[in-house]
């Protein structure tokens, strides 16, 4: 079992930057990807970013690609979302996930947080 925790959102205006975090509790952490997802206002989810197993390889939905980094501490179980230049769109409920197989699919992942709010003022 894995249960993931997220944190750091909060309101912020445009051009800002966020780091959000996600910790991960049980000793299998370094065997899952990771991913961030979003679900905005009105809106179905949709995938944000996602990172390797091993952080090697990484992949950003075009939207939020040159302006968001995913990273991964497995010693620390967490996964990182540093989000730049913020637009008044990027507001969303995001959440981390954790899957054995990476993917990019919203929908079932193995495991997945509650998410946290970030909103974004123009």
């Known amino acids: 079992q894995v249960q993931l925790v997220e944190s750091g959102g909060g309101l912020v205006q445009a051009g800002g930057s966020l780091r959000l975090s996600c910790a991960a509790s049980?000793?299998?952490?370094?065997?899952?990807?990771m991913g961030w997802f979003r679900q905005g206002p009105g809106k179905e989810d949709e995938f944000v970013a996602s990172?390797?197993?091993?952080?090697?390889?990484?992949w950003y939905a075009d939207s939020v690609k040159g302006r968001f980094t995913i990273s991964r501490d497995n010693a620390r179980n967490t996964v990182y979302l540093q989000m730049n230049s913020l637009k008044p769109e990027d507001t969303a409920v995001y959440y981390c996930?954790?899957?054995?197989?990476?993917?990019?699919?919203?929908?079932?992942?193995?495991?997945r947080g509650q998410g946290t709010q970030v909103t974004v003022s123009s």
């Open positions: 049980g000793r299998s952490f370094s065997t899952y990807a």
């Open positions: 996930t954790a899957d054995l197989v990476q993917t990019t699919l919203t929908g079932d992942h193995d495991f």
């Open positions: 990172i390797s197993w091993n952080g090697v390889n990484t």
